[in-house]
Structures are given as structure tokens and as C-alpha cells.
């Protein structure tokens, strides 16, 4: 082939991947724009992906018309789903290079070309175009006939939307008394200074106050994939992951599973005392952020995203991290000396956050979570009927001792 002809070809293939994604990215019906599909972008979506949700998957193994959608539908506002994906992850999206790109493209084509960016448009043109020329060049090139260009033309779109027994666990007794729960506005406003959002995002934290709580117990680990396992046979997990936090469960299935142990879910108010103790502290352990004594985003914990049962995430391809084995952080124990209540999986409590909406209160923070969310007083509200890969759970039951015996 000579080089006229393969400059042709590459030159070809720059137009093909070229118009496949202005086409894909770019023409969206304007009637759509208050439809699930219609307003991804409109929100904060984490992993900043250009395409409809339709096709847009997160490592939880929902699609976002899932983990939107229900949202949509049970009233919440686009302001109150940015405050969501802002506490569940953070300011800063975890991407593959892939879909950084994508991204970056998205956002020129939907909000003009800024010179600043010319560079990563121009590289991303040129990185496929020169996928879709080997193609051509080597493979299908030699073929004629409109069959072949038919194939040239589908095969060059699917590469520009391409993105790649009874539960026996210890418990720990948590005295009555008061506590002080929740947040204060110079708290907040020092938090977003920091670390971003809007203080408005914080207010049902508000305001920090003294909290009476009878006495109770509570797990000192979150429920784990064996135990969990021994409740519903049907449920399984990577072989290696037995001791570490059940994920995937819906309010409901953890609910059911306290029930069933002879327990029940925390209420928020309990939850929070048991991460806290009664000093007002903001970690488990004491005022500033360690990322030695959690498992969040900033730990580097977790190797691969082996969580739950999701074949997705074994290949660890949208996150980084995953969650570790419970109890093993013993430095960011509680004041009470219970373990995991900063980062490793949400958890679900009895406390409704909006009832009319169906949204429950989830505390802790996780590990695809920034530290901003691992605080005690964190509250994210969701979806009764809601999986996710770090979503879990532990129990707690009320106190059978005399207050006197309370060794705290």
C-alpha cells in the first residue's frame, strides 16, 4: 500500500471517529432534558461520564437509571442528588484513563471548546483514529464492497462509546447518658472551606446538640459475607472475602437479618454515641482525619474492588481500594472500642432520614468515600430498596444489664 493511500486511510479514519463521537455526545433531544436520561449531567455524576444512563454503569453493578431513577421518582430534587454523590463520593471522580477522556470530551462538546483543552481533544482523536486505521489498514481494508464500509462505520462506533448458622459476633455494651451528636455551623462552614460542597449539603447535621440514649448493645464489627451467608443461603461472595462486611443488601435484607440473629438495626442516635462516645469528637478516634485508622479513599486499603457478589468489580477496573477485613484497623477504634465505624462500608440504620420519600439514614462513610464522609456525624440518606457494593450493616439489641453494671 503506498503512502498516499495510507495517509488517505488514516486521514478517513480521523473523520470516522470524529463524527461518531460529535454524533454521540453532541445532538441530544432537547425534549429530553428533564428525562432520566436527559439530565446525567445536569448532576454530579462521579465518574463524569458523557453517555445517557442508559449506558452509564458504576462498579456497584447498577446502572444509573437505577441509582437515579428511583431518586427521580420518589421526589428528590437535582440539588438534593448533587448532595448525595457529593457525601457518597466525594469532590474528585475515580476513573479509568478512558473514561477521563471521555469526560473531558462531553464537556467540550457540551460546553464549548476552551483552548485549555485542545490538547486532550486533539490526543484522543488521534489515539482511536490511529486504532481505526490498523483496522482498516490490516484487516478489513482489503475487502470490497459496501459490506465492508457497513462494517468500517458500526465497528468504529462501538470503539468511540466504548468505557470500559445464627450470628455469634461479639458485642460491646454502650452506656446511657448523654452524647453530643451532630455538627455545628462553624464546623460546616470550616468543612466546606476545606473541602468543598455548600453548607446547606451539612445542615441536617445541624445543629450539634446534647442527646440522652438509654443503654445498648451493639456489634463491634459490621456483618460479614459468612455470617450473612448463614442467614440467606442464596447470597455468595469471593471465596476470600468470608470476614469481610456483607455489601449488596437492601435496608430491608438487613433488617431481617438482626431479626434473625435475635437483634436489630441502630437507631442513627445510638450509632453515632457508639462511633463518638460523648466528647464531641469527629472520628472514631479524635478530631483530625488519620488515613491509618480508616478504610476510605485516602487509605489505599483494599487492593482490588473485590466486593460483594458483582463479577464487575472483581476486576477492579472502576475503582481502586475495596473493603478489608473487619476489625483489622484496630487503631481507629471507638472510644467504646468498636471497630469500622469510619470508612469500610456504609451502614444502614433504623432512623428514617425523609419517610415520605422512603429514605433511610446511612452513617460512617465508606471505602470509595472521601474522609469529608467518614465522619460520625455524616448522614446519607437513601433508598430503602437500594443495593450497593458499599452498603452494609451491623446490629444492635437492647441492654438486658442494669445500668450500674456498665463498666464505661
Known sequence: MSIRKKIGIYFFSVVLVSMGLFSEYTFWP?????TVAGISHDLACPCECPMVLE??????????????????KAGLTKEEINQYFFKRY????????????????????????PLRESSLLTGMVLVWSGIVYLIIGAFIGRKKGTTSSILIILFTGM????????????????????????????????????YGGKESWFADEQPSRKVNVKSFYIDRVEVTNKQYSGFNSSYTYPADRGNHPVVGVTWQDAFDYCKWAGKRLPTEEEWEKAARGTDGRTYPWGKDFDAGKANTTESGRGGKARVGNYEL??????????????????????PYGVYDMAGNVWEWTDTWHDKDKGLKVLKG?????????????????????IISNDYGFRCAKDAEVPESSSKF
Not at 57 to 70: F, I, N, P, Q, R
Not at 325 to 332: L, M, N, S, V, W
Request: hydrophobic content about 35%.
Open 30 to 34: 432537547g425534549e429530553k432534558a428533564e
Open 55 to 72: 449506558d452509564c454503569h458504576m462498579s456497584c453493578g447498577l446502572e444509573w437509571k437505577d441509582m437515579v431513577g428511583k431518586k427521580l
Open 90 to 113: 466525594g469532590q474528585e471522580a475515580m476513573l479509568t484513563p478512558i473514561q477521563r477522556l471521555h469526560g473531558k470530551w462531553y464537556q467540550l462538546t457540551r460546553k464549548g471548546f
Open 159 to 194: 470503539l468511540a462509546g466504548t468505557s470500559w448458622a445464627k450470628d455469634e459476633v461479639q458485642m460491646v455494651l454502650i452506656p446511657a447518658g448523654e452524647f453530643i451528636m451532630g455538627t455545628s455551623n462553624e464546623e460546616i462552614k470550616d468543612l466546606v472551606r476545606r
Open 313 to 334: 468489580e472483581t476486576s477492579a477496573v472502576l475503582f481502586p481500594g475495596g473493603t478489608v477485613e473487619t476489625g483489622t484497623i484496630t487503631a481507629g477504634a471507638s
Open 365 to 385: 462513610g465508606s471505602w470509595v468515600s472521601p474522609y469529608i464522609s467518614s465522619r460520625a456525624a455524616i448522614r446519607l440518606p437513601d433508598d430503602i430498596n
